[in-house]
């Protein structure tokens, strides 16, 4: 019994393991992720998340300049949030959120970049590669 025990909790472990895997895989991409490729028939719709801390004065933007064929993507940003229940914690970091929606079978790619508004550079880049198909 000891060993059926055992092997259940294995089990149950591994499970926990891999839907956690899962479910980093799904939640967007850290500040330091490299960039992405997204895979979409006309009509769908993919969420990017980056992990963002206005406190610092630090915001994710769109670079409409390094855009390449954005006119076949319908893109609404989501805005802010730092967790589920809703609470403003000040200081703390949070995500920010865009849904891309392809309009159009075709590549498209968008970069988005970390920056302070006032300062010239900014301190990080994320490029997503949008690979539309027709239904």
């Known amino acids: 019994m000891n060993r059926m ?3 259940k909790s294995s089990y149950a472990s591994r499970a926990c393991l891999l839907l956690a895997a899962a ?9 330091d992720a490299a960039d992405q ?4 028939t006309v009509g769908q719709q993919a969420t990017v998340e980056l992990e963002e801390n206005p406190s610092t004065g630090y ?8 855009g390449v064929n954005a006119s076949i993507l319908r893109i609404d940003d989501r805005g802010f949030s730092q967790d589920a229940s809703g609470k403003r914690l000040l200081g703390a970091p949070g995500i920010h959120r865009w849904s891309i929606e392809a309009t159009s079978a075709g ?8 920056a302070r508004s006032w300062e010239a550079t ?12 027709a239904r």
Not at 124 to 131: C, E, G, N, Y
């Open 5 to 7: 025990a055992l092997g």
């Open 23 to 31: 479910m980093v895989a799904t939640t967007g991409v850290g500040a």
């Open 37 to 40: 490729t997204l895979k979409l």
């Open 59 to 66: 915001r994710w933007t769109i670079d409409a300049k390094a």
């Open 107 to 114: 590549n498209a790619s968008v970069t988005f970049i970390y």
């Open 122 to 133: 900014s301190v990080r880049r994320h490029q997503v590669t949008i690979q539309a198909v």
